[in-house]
């Protein structure tokens, strides 16, 4: 039979018939699975059925499925709550970032300590065995064999405790300790436990029985400033870690839990009663007998009597400071155990203090005065004694580095030097002290009158106030300004930038009265700036650490390898200013700090109503500046800086030198063995009578040979376009400096 050819099937049925088939599919298999699964569960529940608990065993099974649930939950909340505790061990952890530094005097005397106390150079084999066992039967008898946290421990404090009726015994291990010393603070909460658990058992799994135990004995805080037992056996009874008797280990044993409570220094009844009951727990531990006790306890220790010491303490604030920023330079590298040798001279120290507080008890109801700062310092910045108030007890304000006073007229010599260096004065130049304003200022003088003509030297040595000012419009108008205002106030700025290069590091407001000290400095500031003119020229960075070791005795640091401080001033300049500062106490202002058979220059200065007094000045050996003032700024009593100031300041200076080999002042000749000899007021060389020693050179000498440093300097700095010259022209071509002039290779006196 003939078949017809069957039509095509168009694409929209067959999406409909396959549409279909998923649909059978489908329905079969969630059909085929719900059956499969029924199947599945009716087996799980015969085979539950069989290990069903009923009665007190279900009971304990779901309270241990609770537990367990808990228990994770809890776990995870302590895992987080640790976490911030573990990023503290990301650092270098085992490194203390507190410096402890003991500082000497520059005989190598032991002078006073900061930061904390402490010393981890003694080896753990080398404490003595019965401060070992007297600390782990009184804090931790089982540390050996426990994982950084003791149940049993803890579980016999509280018997213990709850004996006694209050905190008798602590429970946390020795690791654990360890712990919150390194990582955590002394707050007590739950959330510092947690954290003081979980980094002990992480201190087990880094380190070793031993270490962890050296580590203990070196870091834990045992009171008075002292951390680790070796620096509190050096505290307590002056002796090493090594040397301690029973009765002196016990002591320091039961300070481990309660440093403050049971210090011996504070508390010796109670700090004794404390070592009894470390000696019982020795016993009890099994460590020792009774019979080998019964020394310790009719012999119990006694603390060195540390009442009575004093020290100079604001030196030692201040020093201390300079350290940290040694340390903070990274010129110390990773040590914070530190010996500092300072160049602090106690005798003159003590001289100072003894002169401030002489002087003020004498005049200060007198003069309405109530404190006072001094420093005294090498013409190189090493500081030989530091005053910062009368009494450190009363206040730790640090007037001689902390106070900011106005220097009045002691500024001057600033303004002096920024002139003479620009080439627009020297000491023989004549100047006429007459009325000069800017704007509606107008500067008086101290006698409310106007002097006339007179050299520069004598305007200086009576301390005219009208000249500065005169001088910081020449220094602008210098530049080609001719407007008053405009040209002041670029004089002011080159007389700023001159004092910021001798040393002063405080703001410099700039006012219109700059030039006469209405700006603010401190005493060692202001003492280290006028040490430029006293060693020919050189800035001089204040210096309190002569050399530093580290716990082992090995020199780390030393100040004489560092650079020298630039040449700020021309030895023309600064035998010029020495010229004119010597004749303050000659002739001037300062007449009362005139030292009988030595040379010294300096400068006083008073501030308006009389609210601060100074006499900075120096020698060819020493610098000195001297501060009276009120710490609220109230005025004194018409106190001028030629009274208290330059008293204390001869005082100490007259006491420092003696037994000194005197050393001239760059560019003077010293003084004569007689006493002071006529000198010429005028013109710029001195002219004294009396043969100078040998080695000492004039003031001609002192500029000639400077001015040869400066040219050779001056040659150094020559630009390239000089030296690309032909050599016929490079010869020919003229250098000057200092007042010196070198044509082709020949250097020629003016």
């Known amino acids: 039979m003939d078949l017809k050819a069957q039509p095509p099937v168009s694409l929209w049925t067959r999406i409909k018939r396959g549409a279909l088939a998923f649909d059978a599919w489908l329905n079969d298999s969630l059909y085929s699975g719900g059956r499969q699964a029924a199947a599945a569960y009716e087996r799980f ?4 059925s069989c290990l069903r608990v009923r009665g007190a065993k279900r009971a304990l099974l779901d309270l241990s499925s609770e537990a367990a649930t808990l228990g994770t939950a809890g776990a995870v909340v302590l895992l987080a709550l640790a976490q911030p505790a573990f990023q503290e061990t990301s650092e270098n952890w085992l490194k203390t970032q507190e410096l402890a530094v003991t500082f000497l005097d520059r005989y190598g005397q032991e002078i006073g300590r900061r930061g904390i106390r402490h010393d981890d150079s003694v080896k753990l084999e080398e404490f003595p065995d019965h401060l070992i066992k007297a600390a ?35 429970g946390s291990s020795i690791t654990q300790q360890l712990a919150k010393n390194l990582f955590l603070s002394n707050e007590r909460s739950l959330e510092r436990k947690i954290k003081e658990a979980f980094l002990a058992i992480w201190l087990e799994f880094h380190l070793t029985k031993q270490e962890i135990l050296k580590l203990y004995l070196d870091r834990a805080y045992l009171g008075g400033g002292a951390f680790g037992a070796a620096a509190a056996a050096e505290y307590y009874f002056g002796k090493s870690v090594k040397d301690l008797t029973l009765a002196e280990s016990a002591m320091l044993a039961g300070l481990f839990k309660a440093p403050t409570k049971y210090a011996p220094h504070i508390n010796l009844p109670a700090a004794r009663a404390r070592a009894n009951v470390v000696l019982n727990n020795m016993v009890e531990a099994g460590f020792l007998t009774e019979g080998q006790i019964q020394a310790a306890r009719r012999n119990p220790a006694t603390p060195v009597d540390r009442q009575h010491q004093t020290s100079p303490d604001y030196y030692l604030d201040w020093a201390f400071e300079q350290v940290k920023e040694l340390a903070n330079s990274g010129k110390l590298g990773s040590d914070r155990v530190l010996i500092v040798k300072t160049p602090l001279d106690l005798n003159i120290q003590k001289k100072a203090e003894e002169t401030i507080e002489t ?32 009494d450190y007890g009363e206040s730790e304000f640090n007037r001689a580095t902390q106070a900011l006073r106005q220097p009045g007229s002691s500024f001057k010599p600033y303004v002096y030097a920024a002139a003479l260096s620009a080439g627009l004065y020297r000491p023989n130049t004549i100047v006429t002290d007459t009325p000069v304003c800017i704007g509606n200022w107008c500067p008086a003088n101290y006698n409310r009158s106007h002097s006339g003509s007179m050299p520069l030297t004598v305007a200086l040595a009576k301390s005219i106030n009208t000249i500065p000012v005169m001088m910081s419009i020449a220094l602008g108008r210098q530049t080609g300004e001719t407007h008053v205002a405009r040209a002041a106030k670029i004089g002011r700025a080159r007389i700023i930038d001159t004092a910021r290069k001798m040393g002063l590091t405080t703001p410099l407001t700039d006012t219109v009265s700059l030039p006469i000290g209405a700006a603010e400095v401190n005493v060692l500031d202001h003492t280290a700036a006028y040490a430029v003119f006293a060693n020919g020229g050189r800035r001089a960075k204040p210096i309190a650490a002569l050399e530093v070791r580290n716990s082992s005795g090995e020199v780390i640091y030393r100040a004489d390898r560092e650079p020298r ?7 023309r300049v600064v035998a010029d200013m020495n010229f004119m500062l010597s004749k303050v106490p000659e002739e001037g202002t300062g007449r009362r ?10 400068k006083t ?6 609210r601060d007094a100074w006499y900075v000045g120096y020698t060819g050996n020493l610098v000195a500046g001297v501060w009276f003032g009120n710490d609220d700024h109230s005025s004194t009593n018409n106190m001028t800086g030629g009274t208290l100031p330059a008293m204390a300041w001869k005082e100490v200076m007259a006491y420092a030198h003696q037994n000194l080999d005197i050393k001239p ?20 060389i001195v002219q004294v009578t009396g043969s100078a020693p040998a080695g000492a050179l004039s003031r001609r000498s002192f500029e000639v040979i400077g001015g040869i440093g400066e040219l050779f300097r001056t040659v150094e700095r020559a630009p390239a376009s000089f030296a690309k010259l032909p050599a016929s022209r490079a010869a020919a071509e003229p250098v000057s400096s200092g007042g010196l002039h070198a044509v082709g290779g020949r250097i020629a006196l003016p």
């Open 45 to 48: 529940s015969e085979i539950m």
């Open 136 to 170: 782990l039967a009184t804090e931790d008898r089982r540390f050996f064999e426990h994982w950084g946290i003791d149940p049993i421990g803890t579980l016999r404090a509280l018997a213990v405790n709850a004996r006694g009726g209050g905190v008798v015994q602590g």
């Open 359 to 390: 002087l003020l008890r004498q005049h200060g109801r007198q003069y309405h005065v109530d404190s006072a700062a001094m420093v005294v310092m090498d013409p190189d910045g090493a500081v030989r004694a530091m005053v910062g108030g009368r």
């Open 565 to 571: 401080g630039p040449q700020v001033l021309s030895t």
């Open 593 to 602: 700090a005139a030292l009988d058979g030595i040379k010294s220059a300096g």
């Open 605 to 610: 200065g008073t501030t308006n109503a009389y």
């Open 665 to 684: 002042i760059p560019g003077l000749a010293p003084e004569p063995a007689g006493g002071r000899g006529p000198a010429v007021a005028q013109g710029s």
